[in-house]
């Protein structure tokens, strides 16, 4: 990925992750996201290309435990075009994601994804990852309620 690549990620990423089909208590899709990963960790941070546009991302992360000698690299965002879906982009992009994670000396690689993200889950299981963990996160759309809808009317 390179610098000028960050404004395609991000209107790509923002097709992908709305708030109200992935809602995250972690983590959220913004602009930061993209920005800090890229400065952070910008040797974790890939695109593909089609025809001078991005149709895929992977951004990640090594994570580095203190008093361990394990690395882990993390997948933190994936996505590709919903017009090239079945194509290989995604794949490509975690092999990319995988090659860095042991360049680094990882020893491991985790990736997440909503419960009910079920294209997700059976795609990782083909890449061989396995071990899933379901973590409960609940939330709320305050939009619909009648003191929000006031609230915004009185500021």
Known sequence: MRLEDIHRVFSLGER???????????RTWDEYEVVGLFASDGDFCFVADLDDRVVGFALG??????RSAWKYGYL???GTDPDLRRMGIAKQLVDRFTEQ????GARMMMVDTAAEND???RFFKRQGYG???QHVYMSRNLTTLPQ???????S
Do not use: Q
């Open 76 to 78: 933190l965002w994936l």
């Open 16 to 26: 992908l992750f709305t708030a109200d089909k992935w809602p995250s208590l972690y």
């Open 148 to 154: 929000y809808k006031r609230r915004r009317r009185e």
């Open 61 to 66: 992360t090594l994570i580095e435990k203190r």
């Open 101 to 104: 994670c042991i360049d680094e």
């Open 119 to 121: 294209d997700a889950i």
């Open 131 to 133: 071990k899933a963990v």
